[in-house]
C-alpha cells in the first residue's frame, strides 16, 4: 500500500515582484478567499513616523527595511489601520535566538509593552519554530508547526485571516518552490482591531509589508474535519475504486462483540460503516483488538492486527471480508506485540513494523516470510527508540509506524508520545534501508495537537481519487478534553524539495476549517 509517490504540490504561491500582491494561490490555501482592496502596502525603506505607534523598544530605518528593538516585547503599531479579514505579506529578518512577527486583530493595545489583547503570529529563530497565539492579555499557544528559521536570513511570511481561520505560510525569500502551510487553525477569541510588528528577543528587520482586504467567495466543495466518527488507528486500502478503510471501533458505550471495523468511501471524505469486518469469535484472543494494517496478494487480502496485545493475521477474498483466522493463534515471535504494517519493497519483499513493549514502546521490523503469516526471525531488529522529548509525554512512546518510499529513500513515519495526551504528535526518520539504520528528522513533529485538535497522530497514507495529491488519514480525540470515541481525519501531505539533504515531508494539518475535497480525474 505504502508504494512510491510523485513529488507532490498543493500551494502555490508566486512572488511577481518585491511589492506585489499574491495574485493566485494554491485551492488548500485559499479556499473561497479573494483579495480585495489594498489597506496598506510600503517597502519599508524609508520609515513614516505618523503611520506607526511604537509600544516600547526603538524602530527605525536600516538600510532597505525598519528594524524594530527591545527586550520587553515591543510592538510597532500601524496607525489608522484596523483589520478583520484580510491578507498580509511580509518579509521579516530576524537575529539569532530571535522571535518576530506580527501582530493582528489587536482589541485594546492600552495596556502595556507587552500586553495587549489580540493574535500573534511569529518566527523563532533558532528554536526553528512557527507559532500562532492569542494575548488575552495572558498568552494562549494555539498552534504551530516546526520549519528551519535561521536568524539573519530574510524569511517571507504570509496569513489569511478569513472569520475564525487564519492560515499561515513561510517561505526563504529567495526560494520558489511549492510548499503547505505551518498551520491552518480555527479560534473565534478577537473579530476586528489593529495590526502592527513585533519582537521577541533582541532584534528584526522587516520590509514589503502588503495588507489586503480578504473577500470569502466560497462556491467550491469543501470538507472540514472530523470526516467520520467512531474510527481510531486506522488504515486505507483502495481497491477498484473504493477506499476501505480498517479501524480499532471505540463507540460510546461498551460494545459485547469486539472486532476490528470497516467503512467504505468514493472520496475520502463520506463514509458508510460496514459494521465488523473481523469478529472475535474468528481470532484468536478476546479482547483490545487494535490498529489494523491490510495488504492483498494474489488475490488474498490479509488483515494484520493486534488482539489481546499480540499480533495476528487473518485473510478474505474480498476486501471487505469478512476476515478469519484459519488457525487461531498469534504470529510468532511473542515480541510481535501491536501496531503492525507490512510494506512491500519495489523489488517485492514484504517486510513487517511493529511496536514491541521494551523500555516503553518500540519499533522493531523484519522480513516477512513467503506465507505472509511468519517472520523470519533472523532479520528482526530495533527501528526507533523514544529519544526525543516529543515522544514522552505520559509514557516513553514511539508506535504506529508507516513506510513511505520517495526517491529510492525510506521513510518510516510514527506517532510519538501516549495516545490519550494531548501532545500525542507525528514524526519521522530517514534511512537508505528498509531495515535502518533511520535517522530522525531534525524538526520533528511534523504535525502535533491544537488548541483546537487534540491526539492527532496515528496515521497511514494514501492518494487522492485521481491520484495527484498524497493524504494522511489519521484519527484525533472525540473533544479537547474527551479521548474518545475518536474519530477520523484527513489532510494534504507532500515531499518538499531542499537545497542540501533529502526531501521534507511536509503535512498541511491537523485542520479544522473547510479543506478542497481532494481531486477527481475529472475536477
Same mark, same amino acid.
Given at each position: 500500500?505504502?508504494?512510491?509517490?510523485?513529488?507532490?504540490?498543493?500551494?502555490?504561491?508566486?512572488?511577481?515582484?518585491?511589492?506585489?500582491?499574491?495574485?493566485?494561490?494554491?485551492?488548500?490555501?485559499?479556499?473561497?478567499?479573494?483579495?480585495?482592496?489594498?489597506?496598506?502596502?510600503?517597502?519599508?525603506?524609508?520609515? =513614516?513616523?505618523?503611520?506607526w505607534?511604537?509600544?516600547?523598544?526603538?524602530?527605525?530605518? +536600516?538600510?532597505?527595511?525598519?528594524?524594530?528593538?527591545?527586550?520587553?516585547?515591543?510592538?510597532?503599531?500601524?496607525?489608522? #489601520?484596523?483589520?478583520?479579514?484580510?491578507?498580509l505579506? +511580509?518579509?521579516?529578518?530576524?537575529?539569532?535566538?530571535?522571535?518576530?512577527?506580527?501582530?493582528?486583530?489587536?482589541?485594546?493595545?492600552?495596556?502595556?509593552?507587552?500586553?495587549?489583547?489580540?493574535?500573534? %503570529?511569529?518566527?523563532?529563530?533558532?528554536?526553528?519554530?512557527? $507559532?500562532?497565539?492569542?494575548?488575552?492579555?495572558?498568552?494562549?499557544a494555539?498552534?504551530?508547526?516546526?520549519?528551519?528559521?535561521?536568524?539573519?536570513?530574510?524569511?517571507?511570511?504570509? #496569513?489569511r485571516?478569513?472569520?475564525?481561520?487564519v492560515?499561515?505560510?513561510?517561505?526563504?525569500?529567495?526560494?520558489?518552490? *511549492?510548499?503547505?502551510?505551518?498551520? =491552518?487553525? #480555527?479560534?473565534?477569541?478577537?473579530?476586528?482591531?489593529g495590526?502592527?510588528?513585533?519582537?521577541?528577543?533582541?532584534?528584526?528587520q522587516?520590509?514589503?509589508?502588503?495588507i489586503?482586504?480578504? %473577500?470569502?467567495?466560497?462556491?467550491? *466543495?469543501?470538507?472540514?474535519?472530523?470526516?467520520?466518527?467512531?474510527?481510531?488507528?486506522?488504515?486505507?486500502?483502495?481497491?477498484?475504486?473504493?477506499?476501505?478503510?480498517?479501524?480499532?471501533?471505540?463507540?460510546?458505550?461498551? =460494545?459485547?462483540?469486539?472486532?476490528?471495523?470497516?467503512?467504505?468511501?468514493?472520496?475520502?471524505?463520506?463514509?458508510?460503516?460496514?459494521?465488523?469486518?473481523? *469478529?472475535?469469535?474468528?481470532?484468536?484472543?478476546?479482547?483490545?483488538?487494535?490498529?489494523?494494517?491490510?495488504?492483498?496478494?494474489?488475490?488474498?487480502?490479509?488483515?494484520?492486527?493486534?488482539?489481546?496485545?499480540?499480533?495476528?493475521?487473518?485473510?478474505?477474498?474480498?476486501?471487505?471480508?469478512?476476515?478469519?483466522?484459519?488457525?487461531?493463534?498469534? $504470529?510468532?515471535?511473542?515480541?510481535?506485540?501491536?501496531?503492525?504494517?507490512?510494506?512491500?519493497?519495489?523489488?517485492?519483499?514484504?517486510?513487517?513494523y511493529?511496536?514491541d513493549?521494551?523500555?516503553?514502546n518500540?519499533?522493531?521490523?523484519?522480513?516477512?516470510?513467503?506465507?505472509?503469516?511468519? +517472520? =523470519?526471525?533472523?532479520?528482526?531488529?530495533? $527501528?526507533?527508540?523514544?529519544?526525543?522529548?516529543?515522544e514522552?509525554h505520559?509514557?516513553?512512546?514511539?508506535?504506529?509506524?508507516?513506510?513511505?518510499?520517495? *526517491?529510492?529513500?525510506?521513510?518510516l513515519?510514527?506517532?510519538?508520545?501516549?495516545?490519550?495526551?494531548?501532545?500525542?504528535? #507525528?514524526?519521522?526518520?530517514?534511512?537508505?534501508?528498509?531495515?535502518?539504520?533511520?535517522?530522525?528528522?531534525?524538526?520533528?513533529?511534523? $504535525?502535533?495537537?491544537?488548541?483546537?485538535?487534540?491526539?492527532?497522530?496515528?496515521?497511514?497514507?494514501?492518494?487522492?481519487?485521481?491520484?495527484?495529491?498524497?493524504?494522511?488519514?489519521?484519527?484525533?480525540?472525540h473533544?479537547?478534553?474527551?479521548?474518545?470515541?475518536?474519530?477520523?481525519?484527513?489532510?494534504?501531505?507532500?515531499?518538499?524539495?531542499?537545497?542540501?539533504?533529502?526531501?521534507?515531508?511536509?503535512?498541511?494539518?491537523?485542520?479544522?476549517?473547510?479543506?478542497?475535497?481532494?481531486?477527481?480525474a475529472?475536477?
Open positions: 500500500m505504502s508504494q512510491l509517490f510523485k513529488h507532490l504540490g498543493f500551494c502555490w504561491w508566486g512572488r511577481l515582484a518585491v511589492l506585489c500582491v499574491l495574485a493566485s494561490v494554491g485551492a488548500p490555501c485559499a479556499t473561497g478567499q479573494k483579495p480585495g482592496r489594498v489597506i496598506f502596502q510600503d517597502s519599508l525603506s524609508s520609515m =513614516d513616523e505618523s503611520e505607534r511604537l509600544w516600547g523598544g526603538e524602530l527605525r530605518s +536600516v538600510s532597505d527595511s525598519m528594524r524594530l528593538s527591545g527586550k520587553r516585547g515591543p510592538r510597532a503599531m500601524l496607525t489608522g #489601520v484596523r483589520v478583520s479579514d484580510f491578507e505579506q +511580509v518579509e521579516i529578518k530576524p537575529a539569532d535566538s530571535t522571535q518576530a512577527g506580527i501582530v493582528f486583530r489587536v482589541a485594546d493595545s492600552q495596556l502595556g509593552v507587552d500586553a495587549y489583547r489580540g493574535y500573534y %503570529v511569529g518566527l523563532h529563530a533558532g528554536a526553528h519554530r512557527v $507559532m500562532w497565539g492569542a494575548s488575552r492579555p495572558g498568552w494562549q494555539l498552534a504551530g508547526g516546526n520549519r528551519t528559521i535561521e536568524g539573519s536570513q530574510w524569511y517571507r511570511l504570509r #496569513v485571516v478569513l472569520g475564525d481561520n492560515k499561515c505560510c513561510v517561505d526563504e525569500v529567495a526560494v520558489l518552490q *511549492k510548499t503547505l502551510p505551518v498551520l =491552518d487553525g #480555527v479560534d473565534r477569541s478577537f473579530h476586528r482591531g495590526v502592527g510588528l513585533r519582537v521577541l528577543g533582541s532584534a528584526a522587516f520590509r514589503n509589508l502588503t489586503r482586504e480578504l %473577500v470569502d467567495t466560497s462556491s467550491g *466543495k469543501s470538507y472540514s474535519n472530523p470526516v467520520q466518527a467512531n474510527c481510531a488507528d486506522p488504515v486505507i486500502l483502495r481497491h477498484s475504486g473504493i477506499y476501505y478503510a480498517y479501524s480499532t471501533y471505540t463507540p460510546d458505550f461498551p =460494545d459485547m462483540v469486539h472486532g476490528i471495523r470497516l467503512h467504505t468511501s468514493e472520496d475520502l471524505v463520506h463514509w458508510e460503516d460496514q459494521g465488523y469486518v473481523l *469478529k472475535s469469535k474468528d481470532s484468536w484472543g478476546e479482547s483490545r483488538f487494535w490498529a489494523p494494517d491490510i495488504v492483498e496478494r494474489d488475490g488474498t487480502f490479509y488483515l494484520y492486527y493486534a488482539a489481546d496485545t499480540r499480533i495476528c493475521v487473518a485473510t478474505s477474498d474480498s476486501p471487505a471480508g469478512p476476515f478469519r483466522q484459519r488457525i487461531q493463534r498469534p $504470529m510468532e515471535p511473542d515480541s510481535l506485540r501491536i501496531d503492525a504494517h507490512v510494506f512491500q519493497d519495489t523489488d517485492g519483499q514484504y517486510y513487517i511493529y511496536v513493549f521494551n523500555r516503553g518500540e519499533i522493531w521490523g523484519g522480513r516477512l516470510n513467503e506465507d505472509m503469516m511468519s +517472520v =523470519d526471525t533472523s532479520t528482526l531488529k530495533p $527501528m526507533i527508540a523514544s529519544d526525543q522529548s516529543w514522552t505520559k509514557g516513553r512512546i514511539v508506535e504506529g509506524p508507516e513506510i513511505l518510499k520517495h *526517491k529510492g529513500l525510506y521513510y513515519t510514527y506517532s510519538g508520545s501516549h495516545f490519550e495526551s494531548p501532545q500525542y504528535a #507525528v514524526g519521522y526518520a530517514t534511512s537508505s534501508s528498509p531495515l535502518g539504520p533511520w535517522k530522525k528528522y531534525q524538526l520533528n513533529p511534523i $504535525m502535533q495537537s491544537t488548541s483546537y485538535a487534540h491526539g492527532t497522530a496515528h496515521h497511514c497514507f494514501t492518494q487522492s481519487p485521481d491520484g495527484s495529491e498524497l493524504f494522511i488519514v489519521y484519527h484525533r480525540h473533544s479537547l478534553t474527551k479521548t474518545e470515541p475518536r474519530q477520523l481525519a484527513i489532510d494534504r501531505a507532500m515531499f518538499v524539495r531542499q537545497k542540501d539533504g533529502p526531501d521534507v515531508l511536509q503535512i498541511h494539518g491537523p485542520t479544522c476549517s473547510p479543506q478542497p475535497t481532494p481531486s477527481h475529472d475536477d
